[in-house]
């Protein structure tokens, strides 16, 4: 047997995430001379190069990857091992990581985090706001527990455990010619009219799918993305335009800015809300609990919401 070490594979592991050897030394709370150390006798009793030291920022070698690969595998099975005992022991207890996407953490985060911390204290939860494509990285590689984003994914490495659905409502200026609508139907959103959010985020795919080609803003004469709801938001309290939002942004909108929404026409596009993890999650008692407090904390407009139509996530 190799004389090698969890600890490490672990530097290894932290190496490869942040390519810097102080940033890694910083994450494993170790000095960045004995990082480098022990990465070196590693290599030497492996007797080959893990990582290309030249490359600003560095890269592991070809059999850098396969060995970080393996490691990675390593320290999943320790960490299924005390998974397992505490399930058996009926602890719910210990680290877990959730990562939730950013259409969603503002209005889920507040509701749940302090029941949850209150009535789970021995629970080290740590909560990360990102995208879906970052968080169902994050899942495969193991570097997070558990996300909370839109669904479906249709990902076979990726279990989804669906929590609510929620509606899309339209958000529009005061001068908007939709205000004359009891309701507004997809095919009268107009091109050029639509704030949207930036590539990357999910709510903007399901938007644009909404009209198809007809939501377009190429030939317009000011162009502007967001990466965030509340900025749409502003925009359209100037008096420019309309934006989409799911219903969970407009719940803490003051009583003037709740006049400015108008519901769609029946089908309803809605969409679906899950809490994911990868099918190889044992923590599966910390998992529930989360479960159950985030379903608790809904409000009953979204906890009694049953779709008619969702909109498909795009690829």
């Given at each position: 047997?190799?004389?090698f070490?969890?600890?490490?594979?672990?530097?290894?592991?932290?190496?490869?995430?942040?390519?810097?050897?102080?940033?890694?030394?910083?994450a494993?709370?170790?000095?960045?001379?004995?990082?480098?150390?022990?990465?070196?006798k590693?290599e030497?009793?492996?007797?080959?190069?893990?990582?290309?030291?030249?490359k600003?920022?560095?890269?592991?070698?070809?059999?850098g990857?396969?060995?970080?690969?393996?490691?990675r595998?390593?320290?999943a099975?320790?960490?299924?091992?005390?998974?397992?005992?505490s399930?058996i022991?009926?602890?719910?207890?210990?680290?877990?990581?959730?990562?939730?996407?950013?259409?969603?953490?503002?209005?889920?985060?507040?509701?749940?985090?302090?029941?949850?911390?209150?009535?789970?204290?021995?629970v080290?939860?740590t909560?990360?706001?990102?995208?879906?494509?970052?968080?169902?990285?994050?899942?495969?590689?193991?570097?997070?527990?558990?996300?909370?984003l839109?669904?479906?994914?249709?990902?076979?490495?990726?279990?989804?455990?669906?929590?609510?659905?929620e509606?899309f409502?339209?958000?529009?200026?005061?001068?908007?010619?939709?205000?004359?609508?009891?309701?507004?139907?997809?095919s009268?959103?107009?091109?050029?009219?639509?704030?949207?959010?930036?590539?990357?985020?999910?709510?903007?795919?399901?938007?644009?799918?909404?009209?198809?080609?007809?939501?377009?803003?190429?030939?317009?004469?000011l162009?502007?993305?967001?990466?965030?709801?509340?900025?749409?938001?502003?925009?359209?309290?100037?008096?420019?335009?309309?934006?989409?939002?799911?219903?969970?942004?407009?719940?803490?909108?003051p009583?003037?800015?709740?006049?400015k929404?108008?519901?769609?026409?029946?089908?309803?596009?809605?969409?679906?809300v899950?809490?994911?993890?990868?099918?190889t999650?044992?923590?599966?008692?910390?998992?529930?609990?989360?479960?159950?407090?985030?379903?608790?904390?809904?409000?009953?407009?979204?906890?009694?919401y049953?779709?008619?139509r969702?909109?498909?996530?795009?690829?």
């Amino acid at each position: 047997m190799l004389p090698f070490t969890l600890t490490q594979l672990g530097y290894v592991i932290e190496l490869d995430k942040a390519r810097h050897f102080g940033r890694a030394a910083d994450a494993c709370h170790v000095t960045q001379p004995t990082l480098s150390m022990q990465i070196q006798k590693l290599e030497d009793l492996l007797g080959v190069i893990l990582f290309d030291r030249s490359k600003k920022p560095i890269e592991p070698t070809a059999i850098g990857v396969r060995v970080i690969e393996q490691a990675r595998i390593v320290f999943a099975e320790v960490k299924r091992i005390e998974a397992s005992i505490s399930d058996i022991k009926g602890q719910i207890s210990g680290p877990f990581s959730l990562g939730i996407i950013p259409t969603l953490a503002p209005f889920l985060i507040p509701r749940f985090v302090d029941h949850f911390a209150t009535s789970f204290p021995e629970v080290q939860l740590t909560i990360e706001e990102l995208q879906t494509e970052a968080i169902v990285d994050r899942l495969r590689q193991e570097r997070l527990d558990a996300g909370v984003l839109v669904t479906p994914l249709n990902s076979p490495s990726i279990h989804e455990i669906q929590l609510f659905y929620e509606p899309f409502v339209c958000y529009l200026s005061e001068n908007h010619v939709l205000n004359s609508r009891n309701s507004v139907k997809e095919s009268e959103l107009q091109k050029n009219d639509v704030w949207l959010l930036s590539q990357g985020h999910c709510f903007r795919d399901q938007a644009m799918s909404l009209c198809h080609s007809q939501l377009s803003n190429d030939t317009a004469q000011l162009k502007f993305e967001s990466g965030n709801l509340e900025t749409l938001i502003r925009l359209v309290d100037r008096g420019l335009g309309m934006t989409l939002l799911p219903l969970s942004a407009t719940l803490d909108l003051p009583p003037l800015s709740l006049k400015k929404l108008k519901h769609f026409a029946e089908p309803v596009p809605t969409r679906e809300v899950s809490l994911v993890h990868a099918r190889t999650q044992l923590k599966s008692r910390i998992l529930q609990a989360l479960i159950t407090s985030i379903r608790q904390s809904l409000p009953q407009s979204l906890a009694d919401y049953q779709p008619k139509r969702v909109v498909p996530m795009t690829n």
